[in-house]
């Protein structure tokens, strides 16, 4: 056996220390043991040549052999560093080793059965207790070789604090620009009676009352919704992947734009498909999902960023209460900013925004042609398109108990009876005299539900089968017909609601943008969406995939067909 060998096989094998030798060493070793292994033989040999010798006679001691001094080179792994010789066995109490061992064992075993037995109690604990959804997303951006950042994870956990937990304490520090406040608690919706007036505990973060179609935005309730409407984890996800994105792109003054948005934050130029100039269109379209999600500047993950939001918006309504600002967005944008501050105001009851809200109203109703419609300037006579959004406003100030003329809505409701292109009004045009299209028509049929046409009205059941006909595809992205058409549907209810909503929530899911700085958004599809671009296409995604509890249906007690 080799020295080298010999060594190795030596090696401490409790803490891994080896001794290693350099070649003029391990030389010098081995002729050590050459001349020892010679001398041996030959004190053999000389006692085989003489074996009349005496037995007690003992041959010559040999000249000892003197070992060379060698310094060996000690190798250590870095968790040891100490060479311990061999220690001799000094005598213990062995006998009793055995029965601690066996003591030791039995505690040991007794401690995991009652750690299991825990567990299993743990899991198995009530199992009608209330579990709820989460719109926390949390993102871990990766960058391979010669490649942007991918999406590496989305975790949205539907399973979250207990029920018990959704009303946290608001923070002392309110966002919001001014300093005093007020937020108040409706009661009982009861007819004249202003729920504004009556003062709220600080604990209610979401303050719809119990009338209202937007109490679903809770934490609690949109768990509830979600499960029974036909949503899903992946709408969720979809949900918080998407407000993640918004708020990536809002400006530091607190506004977005359509055209701009890409030069917002840490963009840098790597979102694409930007849309026209209007940033007040913009930022009313950004916080409407948001607002959709339960989540205000008192309660939610983005209470800075609708803060902020709200915060511009309201410095930049004029004092006759209009928010068109420049731009394309027209009527547009200052019907969407109006649905806006009506919305956060029903949600929070925070006085600071009911005159804010109430102008917009006014304004509205101020410039409402004398034929019942809107257009892009005030007075101008009306299309489907935007007349669509300035009831979706006006329906939202009745919701949070504001004031708005019953003759505005009457009037409103005889320009749809002209822009309709059948006797039932079951298709609309963009205008009188037009050819139905399914964007209009999906807009009038949702006018046409909040003005109070039944579930088994002649014109919503005609044109809720003119809408299952053209179905979503991921062959395009029709975003406008799919919002307001996903709404007409989630009213409706029934098996047509349960078609409609398997292709519009699988579709959505698809198409939305799951990698790079991208992850979130939607590309814009072909549609006359393009003037609004990647910003307002997404917006109007997110809406679409929370409509499972961003309105409440109107005909839940109606039965629709099965």
Known sequence: MSVRLWLRLADCWQCGTSLELTEAQEREVEQLLARREAQRTAAMRELASTPNRAPTQAPAPAA????????????????????????????????????????????????????????????????????????????????????????????????????????????????????????????????????????????????????????????????????????NRYTEEAVARGLRWLAMHQH???HWGLDDFHRAGNCRGRCHNAGEHSDTA?????????????????????????????????????????????????????????????????????????????RGVDFIVAAQHRRGGWRYRPGEEGDTSVIGWQIMALRSAEMAYLSVPPETL???????????????????????????TPAMTAEGLLCRQYAGWSNKHPGIRKGVGALLERLPSSSSLEIYYWYYATQVMHHHGGRAWQTWNAAMRDTLVELQETRG??????????????????????????????????????????????
Not at 411 to 436: N, T, V, W
């Open 64 to 231: 000892p052999v003197v070992a060379p001094q060698l310094a060996l080179d000690v190798v250590a792994p870095p968790r040891r560093t100490i060479i311990a010789p061999p220690v001799a066995p000094q005598p213990s109490h062995r006998a009793a080793r055995p029965w601690s061992s066996l003591l030791a064992w039995i505690a040991s075993l007794l401690f995991h059965m009652l750690l299991v037995i825990l567990l299993g109690l743990w899991m198995l604990r009530a199992p009608a207790e209330e579990r709820l959804i989460s719109l926390t997303s949390g993102f871990g951006l990766v960058a391979a070789a010669g490649e942007d950042e991918a999406l590496q994870e989305v975790s949205i956990p539907l399973e979250t604090p207990d029920p018990g937990d959704v009303n946290e304490t608001p923070v002392d520090d309110d966002p919001f620009r001014q300093a005093d406040s007020s937020i108040e608690q409706p009661s009982e919706h009861t007819e004249g009676t202003d729920p504004a007036q009556v003062e709220a505990p600080p604990e209610f973060l979401i303050q719809s009352g119990p009338g209202s179609i937007l109490r679903g935005r809770g934490a609690r309730e949109r768990a509830e919704l979600v499960k029974s409407d036909g949503g």
């Open 410 to 436: 009457t009037r409103s409701e005889r320009y749809l009876e002209r822009a309709q292109c059948d006797s039932e009004g079951g298709l609309y045009g963009y205008q009188p005299g037009f050819e139905p």
């Open 252 to 254: 530091a003054d607190g």
């Open 282 to 358: 913009a930022t009313a379209l950004a916080l409407l999902p948001f607002l959709g999600a339960g989540q205000t500047y008192r309660a939610g993950d983005y209470q800075e960023v609708v803060a902020a939001g709200l915060d511009w918006l309201c410095d930049a309504q004029a004092n006759d209460g209009d928010l068109r600002g420049p731009g394309i967005g027209r009527m547009y944008g200052h019907a969407l900013g109006t649905i806006v501050l009506c919305e956060a105001y029903e949600l929070t009851r925070d006085n600071r925004l009911r005159e804010p809200a109430q």
């Open 517 to 562: 700085h991208l992850a979130g958004s939607w590309a814009p599809g072909h549609d006359h969406m393009a003037a609004g671009g990647r910003l307002a296409t997404t917006a109007l995604a997110i809406c679409t995939l929370e409509v499972y509890y961003r309105h409440l249906p109107l005909y839940r007690e109606q039965a629709a067909e099965r």
